[in-house]
């Protein structure tokens, strides 16, 4: 099992422009997240869904989109880059979203918004 | 609001050497308490979480880590520090409310010199 995959690994914007993050977990969970991954404020949750066809805000929802297009895959979609979106993206997964599951992680995607 | 909090950036031990990475949580109610690590470029890997009974939890590696209720610490522990244990260490807090939302502190990098 692959477990999550994160695509790309890495992407350079020009601020105004759109990308699609893309996030795919093999190991069936109902659960997903996105995270991002800021020096010194640790992990914060972006959005999340509870299961297949539901998303609903986190922490940070401000200036992103979701698509929890099946039960495999869970896109983060940024309309209008902007500098403060520069960040390390980590999407997760857990079984059923329970609050004592482990989350399992991607190996995260590095956005560069200039 | 559910907080946590790593006291240090940074902890330095020599390989061979017990080591601690401190952790302490604020939360109205029980918590469930986890440990995660990251490596360079890698995404989060799951160490070992409390949940309940046991208030010294085993996990992954020969990481332990204790539950301290009337201090609100959840301090990660091994006795004998590998050159390999270095990387990014992040304790996070998730609340009994049924769907798991985990809240992250900011992170310590542990340094382990030969």
């Known amino acids: 099992n692959a477990g999550v995959t994160q695509t790309p690994k890495f992407q350079v914007l020009k601020t105004g422009q759109s990308m699609t993050l893309q996030c795919a977990q093999d190991m069936n969970h109902n659960s997903m997240y996105w995270y991002r991954q800021d020096p010194g404020m640790g992990l914060r949750l972006i959005y999340y869904s509870a299961s297949e066809g539901t998303t609903d805000k986190g922490e940070v929802p401000n200036g992103y989109n979701v698509s929890r297009l099946n039960k495999r895959e869970f896109s983060l979609r940024l309309e209008s880059a902007a500098p403060s979106q520069t960040s390390v993206y980590f999407c997760a997964s857990s079984e059923a979203g329970t609050d004592q599951e482990t989350q399992y992680f991607g190996p995260g995607t590095r956005l560069l918004v200039l | 609001a559910q907080s946590v909090a790593q006291p240090e950036d940074q902890v330095n031990v020599a390989e061979g050497n017990p080591l601690t990475v401190k952790c302490t949580y604020s939360v109205s109610g029980n918590p469930y308490l986890f440990w995660y690590v990251q490596y360079p470029n890698r995404g989060l890997q799951f160490l070992l979480k409390?949940?309940?009974?046991?208030?010294l939890v085993k996990g992954s590696y020969g990481f332990e880590a204790e539950f301290n209720k009337s201090q609100t610490s959840f301090h990660l522990k091994k006795p004998s520090a590998l050159v390999s244990d270095s990387a990014l260490y992040f304790c996070?807090?998730?609340?009994?409310?049924?769907?798991?939302?985990?809240?992250f502190g900011t992170g310590t990098r542990l340094l382990v010199s030969p």
């Open positions: 996070a807090v998730s609340l009994r409310t049924g769907f798991q939302k985990l809240v």
């Open positions: 409390y949940i309940t009974g046991d208030n």
